[in-house]
């Protein structure tokens, strides 16, 4: 079993930034990869990014791209999620994930989520 925490979340005006963290606990040594979602309000839950745990590699859904950066500290067993130029429409409740598998799209753990606020 891994455990995961989110934290980091709150309000702040667009244009802002914000970084959230992910603390895993448990079996952390059975992640491959960590993903980061978030879920607004009458919205599908929508995938932001992953990154390896182990190589570090990184991959973007389109619509963060080049303002949402993925990092993690293999030491601290903490995924941290950078958010800049934040919108309005990036007002969600932010959730990690993580999985076992390499392949696939189903994950296996979940944390509770953190909301986010941006306002205009």
């Known amino acids: 079993q891994v455990q995961l925490v989110e934290s980091g979340g709150g309000l702040v005006q667009a244009g802002g930034s914000l970084r959230l963290s992910c603390a895993a606990s448990?079996?952390?040594?059975?992640?491959?990869?960590m993903g980061w979602f978030r879920q607004a309000p009458e919205k599908e839950r929508e995938l932001l990014g992953t990154i390896n745990w182990r190589s570090g590699n990184t991959y973007y859904a389109a619509s963060v791209k080049g303002r949402f950066t993925i990092s993690r500290d293999n030491a601290k067993n903490t995924v941290y999620l950078q958010m800049n130029s934040l919108k309005p429409e990036d007002t969600a409740v932010y959730y990690c994930?993580?999985?076992?598998?390499?392949?696939?799209?189903?994950?296996?753990?979940w944390g509770q989520g953190t909301q986010v606020t941006v306002s205009s």
């Open positions: 994930a993580a999985k076992r598998s390499l392949f696939g799209s189903l994950y296996d753990y």
């Open positions: 448990g079996s952390t040594f059975s992640t491959a990869i």
